[in-house]
């Protein structure tokens, strides 16, 4: 199980340039602590959040952090061009070496889909057809398409997807029916943090089962909000904030026409990892044990927690967590 880490809110309240150096330097540090890969996720429209946007943001920490794979977790794909999301990410390859992990979702907020002009009607269409577009375009040959919203009548991206046009497409999904189409289409499925219990079994099993019949990878990316730290002071005030954070996607939207009834914001704090070292341990030794995901991403970062808490929090998981996942014999990790 592979282990990465995506920022919420990091350097809130500083102007713009001060927040993306106090940005690449968190994410400098959570390469120093063990983390393997790094993610960043999309919203447009986001108000008092301060939000960077995901591709040009991944192509500065490309230079950062080399060491880290790099992936988007999730871009709203239906709301974008897919022939530009092609090689961008294909650029974004290149500057990283390779390995970029590619994260698309349907979106769910009203306000974006009327701002960038896309009916909500014609999301899945879209989201389908630009997956299939996308990897035409990444083989790196002359490429024809003729969909319902896209048309290209011969065409080569240059340069392309390194490793011979392969990169995997990852599907964020929440409800059933988006989980099936994870696995038929997908590479893998991204697990949202608000997902848990017997709700969550229910969908590996969907996912599973339709990614062994469609012949398909059936990754499984888990997400999860995270953050260790020794005092109980700190752990009940990053509690307060992730629910404040979950809220706000409630908020927007989330999961509504979806087919459960569940509370995202009281699911994701029964699903997030919080506490001393130990306990973090035990969690993710759950996660490995009873779920088996090949990545699991630590939300961190949240509105409010700020650049030195999360600092601290990153360089305790990868003295006291990180190095134990990885075979450590206990005590030998200072």
């Known amino acids: 199980?592979?282990?990465?880490?995506?920022?919420?809110?990091?350097?809130?309240?500083?102007?713009?340039?001060?927040?993306?150096?106090?940005?690449?330097?968190?994410?400098?540090?959570?390469?120093?602590?063990?983390?393997?890969?790094?993610?960043?996720?999309?919203?447009?429209?986001?108000?008092?959040?301060?939000?960077?946007?995901?591709?040009?943001?991944?192509?500065?920490?490309?230079?950062?952090?080399?060491?880290?794979?790099l992936g988007t977790s999730v871009i709203l794909l239906p709301l974008l061009n897919p022939l530009d999301v092609a090689e961008q990410a294909a650029t974004i390859d290149a500057m990283a070496g390779g390995g970029f992990r590619l994260g698309v979702g349907l979106g769910y907020r009203k306000l974006e889909f009327e701002g960038s002009g896309v009916p909500r009607a014609e999301a899945d269409t879209r989201f389908e057809e630009s997956i299939a577009l996308i990897r035409r375009l990444w083989a790196g040959e002359e490429t024809s398409f003729s969909g319902v919203h896209f048309r290209l009548a011969g065409g080569r991206i240059n340069p392309s997807i390194q490793g011979n046009g392969i990169?995997?497409?990852?599907?964020?999904?929440?409800?059933?029916?988006?989980?099936e189409r994870a696995g038929r289409i997908g590479d893998g499925w991204i697990v949202p943090p608000e997902l848990v219990g017997d709700e969550l079994k229910r969908r590996l099993d969907l996912f599973r089962t339709t990614a062994a019949t469609?012949?398909?990878?059936?990754?499984?990316?888990?997400?999860?909000?995270?953050?260790?730290?020794?005092?109980?002071?700190?752990?009940?005030?990053?509690?307060?904030?992730?629910?404040?954070?979950?809220?706000?996607?409630?908020?927007?939207?989330?999961?509504?026409?979806?087919?459960?009834?569940?509370?995202?914001?009281?699911?994701?704090?029964a699903g997030a990892i919080l506490g001393d070292p130990d306990d973090c341990l035990a969690a993710i030794e759950r996660i490995k044990d009873e779920i088996a995901p090949d990545d699991l991403i630590l939300l961190m970062g949240f509105r409010g927690t700020g650049d030195a808490s999360l600092e601290a929090s990153l360089e305790l998981a990868g003295d006291g967590v990180l190095p134990y996942l990885k075979g450590a014999p206990a005590g030998t990790v200072g």
Do not use: N
């Open 214 to 269: 469609a012949a398909r990878s059936g990754t499984i990316v888990l997400m999860r909000a995270f953050h260790v730290t020794t005092s109980h002071v700190e752990q009940r005030r990053i509690d307060e904030l992730l629910t404040t954070h979950f809220g706000q996607k409630r908020r927007w939207g989330l999961r509504k026409g979806v087919d459960d009834r569940g509370d995202p914001v009281a699911d994701a704090r």
């Open 167 to 179: 990169a995997p497409i990852l599907l964020g999904a929440y409800s059933e029916r988006a989980v």
């Open 1 to 69: 199980m592979r282990i990465g880490t995506q920022f919420s809110q990091p350097a809130v309240g500083l102007p713009p340039r001060d927040a993306i150096a106090a940005y690449t330097r968190l994410v400098q540090t959570a390469a120093r602590a063990g983390f393997e890969s790094f993610w960043a996720g999309q919203h447009f429209l986001p108000g008092d959040y301060q939000l960077f946007q995901p591709l040009p943001l991944l192509a500065r920490l490309s230079a950062a952090a080399p060491e880290l794979t």
